[in-house]
């Protein structure tokens, strides 16, 4: 079926997903994957260097990133 100009637009599914990294992705940024020098799997990050970092273990993509995002949201309570 085609989209009306009238329709309202798709809730972003990532943003439901994954609140925190969609914020923390306006003022930070994030690195995923493994590489010979970091020993971790994700990394969010902003200008002052690395304020969370997960394991290489997750079972899933998905499993990791909800773990990034609480990871986010426990720093930004404490930090603002």
């Given at each position: 079926?085609a989209k009306?100009?009238?329709?309202?637009?798709?809730a972003d599914?990532?943003?439901?997903l994954?609140?925190?990294?969609?914020v923390?992705?306006?003022r930070?940024?994030i690195?995923m994957g493994c590489?010979?020098?970091?020993p971790t799997?994700l990394?969010?990050l902003?200008?002052?260097?690395?304020?969370?970092?997960?394991a290489?273990?997750?079972?899933?993509?998905?499993e990791a990133?909800?773990?990034?995002d609480?990871?986010?949201a426990?720093?930004?309570?404490?930090n603002?």
């Amino acid at each position: 079926m085609a989209k009306r100009k009238s329709d309202p637009k798709p809730a972003d599914p990532f943003a439901a997903l994954y609140p925190n990294i969609a914020v923390w992705v306006q003022r930070g940024y994030i690195e995923m994957g493994c590489d010979d020098v970091n020993p971790t799997f994700l990394r969010a990050l902003d200008i002052g260097g690395v304020i969370w970092d997960g394991a290489t273990d997750y079972s899933s993509i998905h499993e990791a990133l909800l773990a990034m995002d609480a990871g986010i949201a426990a720093w930004s309570e404490e930090n603002g």
